[in-house]
């Protein structure tokens, strides 16, 4: 098969339908749904999920909650710095990162920078993508007791929203963004991704209890997001474009849930971050297998595009992605997988989706796939 070309997953979105809040509830947003054997579409709200779903099916999710990673600090001579926490580093430190820092060039190997009465900070290290390994020392808290960054950063740090968000963020807006640009259903011990699981932004609690009470089950696995999700493809085909890598866990219980499957049950992943785990863990499984007691543990590398199979999944709830992405071209495989139809066809429904004008990207609306 010849290589993709990009162009094949470009399309333009008016600048208006980019969401830059969420909805006043979160499941308000709309929901399109996409029958795939039927070829047709509906046009519901999120709220109406569960007509969809049955007893049996499994919603598997990523919980990985958002850490308030971008902090704002200065260098002694009192220009601004933005750093961003990526990942905490391999030695182990708590107070040791791999961070994002603007501007990268006022801030060489040995160059400082801090909040007064918070933190310090000095990069011991330069990556060939421009990333710094940094090294904190935090003041003690409010309770006297030694700080370290993720609680600085719980404390005084911001969301990183994404890039297309370009609204101006005034204090209630940040107390909000806390909020909603988290899952209800976060793990707070799990503050590992340096952006959400959109599609699962959608979830209220009481959707999820009347879901449960109708017999659908819940799993979930942990993706550590990183901003490579927001990275375009830019080259000319989609194939010589270099994936991410994200560090991602898998539970025994929800191995033990999805595989195999019961007959019957459909696996329906909340988002692509949830995809990618569980395609990934169940190419890996086979080659190294894991206790089925203790939790599969791994770095995805995967890049799904057409005309890939799935092995993990039966139905897919996902929010609306940007041109020219790595997470439109899984979209685009799993419409049918396989093949190379699912591009075309993604077309359609976005251009659909742009004359009724629903709302895109992380605060935008969904789409439900089955």
Not at 176 to 191: F, G, K, N, P, W
Not at 238 to 251: F, L, S, T, W
Request: with cysteine; charged share 20%.
């Amino acid at each position: 098969m010849p290589p993709l070309p990009t162009d094949l997953f470009d399309y333009t979105l008016p600048e208006a339908l980019i969401a830059q809040t969420p909805a006043a509830r979160r499941d308000a947003s709309r929901l399109l749904v996409v029958h795939r054997a039927e070829r047709r579409l509906e046009h519901r709200a999120f709220a109406d999920l569960g007509d969809y779903l049955r007893p049996g099916d499994i919603l598997l999710r990523n919980n990985a909650a958002v850490l308030p990673a971008r902090l704002l600090a200065a260098r002694p001579t009192g220009g601004a710095v933005e750093c961003l926490l990526l990942r905490p580093a391999a030695s182990g430190d708590e107070n040791e990162w791999w961070c994002l820092l603007r501007p990268g060039k006022k801030l060489p190997v040995g160059g400082t920078f801090g909040l007064p009465g918070v933190f310090t900070a000095t990069v011991r290290e330069k990556d060939a993508e421009g990333a710094g390994r940094v090294v904190f020392a935090c003041e003690p808290g409010p309770d006297g007791n030694p700080a370290s960054i993720v609680a600085v950063a719980n404390r005084v740090g911001e969301v990183p929203l994404p890039p297309y968000i370009t609204r101006q963020h005034t204090a209630e807006e940040r107390i909000s963004d806390l909020e909603r640009y988290q899952t209800v259903y976060a793990d707070r011990a799990r503050q590992v991704a340096a952006a959400a699981p959109t599609a699962g932004l959608h979830f209220t609690p009481e959707l999820l209890a009347s879901l449960e009470a109708a017999g659908v089950r819940t799993a979930d696995v942990t993706l550590h997001v990183g901003l490579g999700t927001f990275k375009p493809i830019a080259t000319d085909t989609v194939e010589a474009h270099a994936i991410h890598r994200e560090i991602y866990e898998v539970p025994p219980a929800t191995r033990a849930a999805m595989l195999p499957p019961p007959p019957g049950t459909r696996r329906i992943a909340v988002g692509t971050t949830t995809v990618r785990t569980l395609e990934d863990f169940c190419r890996k499984l086979p080659a190294r297998p894991a206790p089925p007691d203790k939790p599969f543990h791994d770095e995805a590398a995967l890049y799904v595009y057409p005309p890939a199979h799935f092995a993990a999944i039966d139905a897919l709830v996902t929010n609306f992605h940007q041109p020219r992405s790595t997470l439109l071209c899984l979209v685009a495989a799993f419409l049918s997988p396989g093949s190379t139809e699912g591009i075309a066809w993604l077309k359609e429904i976005y251009a659909e989706a742009i004359a009724r004008k629903y709302r895109f990207f992380s605060y935008g609306d969904a789409m439900l796939i089955l």
